[in-house]
């Protein structure tokens, strides 16, 4: 019960200026530069938008860092809306457009559903500008918005997902830069594809190759679920209760996913939207808390912190 009570906080970058010594982060520094690693361009808010939302009212200087395009999880009636848009745009203001002849093209190539690199990139600037909208929904601006597009994403299909070095590289290149204080990556690994887990390894792997600088002994990694799984309660090292109103937050930065909503092309064998997994996944932890004797909370995110020895 004591180990439990201490997980739970409304601090999850840290309560400044109190003893920290039973509670889950570090109380300094007060304003932390923190990374959340989002394997899909709708993870990090899926998973973890109420925690993200108050990361930034609390003051950290928080990034997120997109690692895959999730090209592969766009339908080709999302494309043709924003093709044809774009057409009639340029059509309507005498601006200068791709031929008629390309258009055509890309028109046919999604009718008989053959994706080729410039369907990708359509794809992949759909998701782009959905993870932006979400992300400046929970308050931050485009400098704290970063795209991988990791290789072994856009090079081993659907299902051939294969680290590579170049991977590696990019993610250690991102840790560097930022010198984060915090880490929140993806610990759900039942994601269909297997991305989530490719991902993760990537952060291990760089993780462990960055070990011996010196930033890093003040670098702690949190793990976060909800799109696909949740912890169970013996697993969890820190809880951050969510008001109602913080939930509809949430969910109202999950829907700039437009193209992820009703039925997105690759929902596993769960028929819900993402946000309706997500809301019952944080109101049964916060039902676990409640039936363990803690105080009534609308629902709850957890996190299990990851430590490397």
Not at 7 to 30: M, Q, V
Not at 41 to 57: A, N, Q, Y
Not at 278 to 292: I, Q, V
Request: proline content about 5%; charged content about 30%; some cysteine.
């Amino acid at each position: 019960f004591n180990r439990l009570q201490h997980t739970i906080t409304g601090w999850p970058g840290g309560k400044p200026n109190t003893d920290d010594s039973n509670r889950p982060e570090r109380a300094l520094p007060a304003h932390k530069r923190v990374i959340i690693f989002s394997p899909h361009p709708d993870d990090d808010v899926i998973s973890m938008g109420g925690t993200f939302l108050r990361l930034v009212e609390q003051g950290h200087e928080v990034h997120v860092a997109y690692q895959t395009s999730g090209n592969n999880a766009v339908h080709n009636s999302d494309v043709l809306r924003y093709i044809e848009c774009y057409e009639e745009f340029a059509n309507h203001t005498n601006s200068k457009v791709a031929s008629q002849t390309e258009i055509e093209k890309l028109k046919l190539a999604l009718i008989d559903a053959k994706d080729n690199s410039k369907l990708k990139k359509i794809k992949a600037l759909i998701r782009r500008g959905e993870a932006r909208d979400a992300a400046r929904f929970c308050g931050l601006d485009d400098g704290g918005i970063h795209f991988m597009d990791m290789p072994f994403y856009e090079k081993g299909g659907i299902k051939n997902k294969i680290l590579t070095e170049e991977d590696i590289q990019l993610t250690m290149n991102l840790l560097r830069a930022i010198k984060p204080h915090q880490v929140f990556a993806a610990g759900d690994l039942a994601d269909p594809h297997g991305t989530h887990r490719v991902c993760l390894n990537a952060i291990f792997e760089a993780f462990r190759r960055l070990n011996n600088e010196d930033w890093m002994k003040d670098c702690w990694l949190w793990l976060y679920r909800g799109a696909w799984e949740d912890f169970k309660i013996d697993e969890i090292n820190m809880a951050i209760p969510l008001s109602p109103n913080e939930l509809l937050k949430k969910r109202s930065a999950i829907f700039k996913h437009q193209s992820q909503k009703d039925r997105p092309p690759f929902p596993g064998e769960d028929t819900r939207e993402f946000w309706q997994r997500s809301e019952e996944r944080n109101r049964n932890t916060a039902k676990l808390y409640r039936e363990l004797g803690f105080a009534e909370y609308e629902a709850i995110e957890a996190f299990k912190r990851w430590k490397f020895k």
